[in-house]
């Protein structure tokens, strides 16, 4: 990429072999926060190799030094904080930060390194260097997932409505909870990517998949409520690319990415050889997957063309006679990861808090500038603009944009007009987001 290029490829691997695990307490600290700020560095690049359509060195290095055990583990570890130690954090009486951003960094850990595996698990080889941690990150993805389900059962993802009267804490908690729903596509996408191995998987990564998680009917529910698909103001909105995106009436009836996803995962559990074998058709799989021929159009299909093979699938399905629940005593592997984390801190939630509290999470103002410094470093504006998927959309009206908020530089905007309307959205995450400016 020439000028964009961030790192050499001896840089990458210096950076590559230093990635390792943290324990759940040092999350946030200075040996934590440089790699943070390495993954984001090999995320940014593997992307750019990938919009080059070069070769994939970041993920070549991945699987050479064994990291996508060591990528998965901190996926985990951050998902377990997020869970157990950030709530009770945010209700310690003497935890009043004056800059979130630290803690920030921690909570978008977890979005970093679920895209980080999206751009790799692309090549077969590196869901195959895995080896055990698939079924760690099967588990995951389904947790994800299964939260993304239960979400827009409930009325769909939050609003970025801001409260005025609400803290930066509470901005921060609010800004966590949007990027669920970000982390949560692209867990979609891995999965995806892990079952077009589906023919190479092992016995305990089939039974997994389909037996213990039935991924295939929580496809289908995904389907139905369709949780990145909205309906604002009359207008049919869409969330790609990290945001809600007003669709025009000639592009509706086109697939979006997120759909296409669910469809080939469906596609590789349903029709693969080694899947079919071992998936048990009771009556109320058969019940979920038949509701698929509902949403299996012409239109559909001309876009997918491999989806007729399932039209035919379902075609038989409806004839065929349903299996009872097996019960054969299976010997299998399980996944170990968060079973490990949280036998090993299990009691330790408030006192872990209170250190990072004491220890990470209270930095001077001498530290604040150097980390804000090392940020404007990391996540350089001209490799961000580069690797976005498509020209920059007015936050208000979607529209393409060439103006940026002068204060935050998160936001887009296509006149003044527009920034003045979005304001009132936009004004506390702009101060939140100014903070670390400010820092330096």
């Not at 990635?19 to 940014?44: D, I, T, V």
């Amino acid at each position: 990429m020439g000028d964009l290029e961030l790192l050499l490829p001896g840089e990458a691997a210096v950076l590559v072999r230093g990635l390792r695990s943290f324990p759940l307490r040092e999350m946030g600290s200075g040996g934590w926060n440089q790699q943070h700020e390495n993954l984001e560095k090999l995320n940014m690049q593997a992307i750019l190799d990938a919009t080059a359509s070069q070769g994939e060195p970041i993920q070549e290095l991945l699987v050479t030094h064994g990291k996508i055990l060591t990528l998965v583990e901190e996926l985990i570890a951050v998902e377990m904080w997020k869970q157990k130690v950030f709530p009770v954090l945010c209700r310690l009486e003497d935890f009043k930060p004056q800059n979130t951003f630290p803690i920030y960094m921690v909570v978008h850990h977890e979005a970093s390194i679920i895209n980080l595996l999206e751009t790799v698990f692309f090549h077969k080889e590196v869901c195959e260097s895995a080896e055990d941690a698939v079924l760690d990150l099967i588990d995951y993805c389904h947790r994800k997932l299964t939260l993304l389900v239960a979400r827009s059962s409930r009325g769909g993802p939050p609003e970025e409505e801001e409260c005025q009267s609400s803290t930066p804490m509470q901005e921060l908690q609010k800004q966590a909870e949007l990027m669920e729903f970000e982390i949560a596509s692209k867990a979609l996408s891995v999965l995806r990517y892990i079952t077009d191995c589906v023919d190479s998987l092992s016995l305990s990564t089939l039974n997994r998949m389909l037996s213990t998680h039935n991924l295939p009917c929580l496809l289908v529910e995904l389907l139905e409520h369709n949780p990145w698909s909205r309906r604002e103001g009359g207008k049919l909105q869409q969330f790609e690319g990290g945001r809600w995106q007003t669709v025009a009436p000639s592009e509706q009836q086109k697939l979006s990415k997120l759909d296409g996803q669910v469809w080939i995962a469906l596609y590789n559990l349903l029709l693969s050889h080694e899947a079919r074998a071992r998936y048990c058709l009771t009556s109320f799989a058969k019940g979920q997957l038949l509701k698929l021929q509902a949403f299996l159009t012409d239109t559909l299909v001309d876009q997918l063309p491999n989806l007729a093979g399932l039209q035919g699938f379902l075609a038989q399905l409806a004839l065929t006679e349903t299996q009872p629940p097996k019960k054969d005593l299976v010997l299998e592997q399980i996944p170990e990861i968060w079973e490990r984390l949280e036998r090993e801190n299990r009691g330790k939630w408030q006192a872990i808090a209170k250190y990072q509290l004491r220890h990470v999470f209270s930095p001077s103002e001498q530290d604040l500038r150097l980390q804000a410094r090392r940020w404007a470093e990391t996540y350089r504006l001209d490799v961000l603009e580069a690797i976005a998927p498509e020209r920059p959309r007015c936050a208000y009206c979607s529209a393409e944009a060439s103006k940026r908020c002068s204060r935050c530089q998160n936001e887009w905007y296509c006149c003044r007009e527009c920034q003045v309307k979005h304001w009132e959205k936009h004004g506390k995450a702009c101060v939140l987001a100014a903070q670390g400016d400010r820092a330096k």
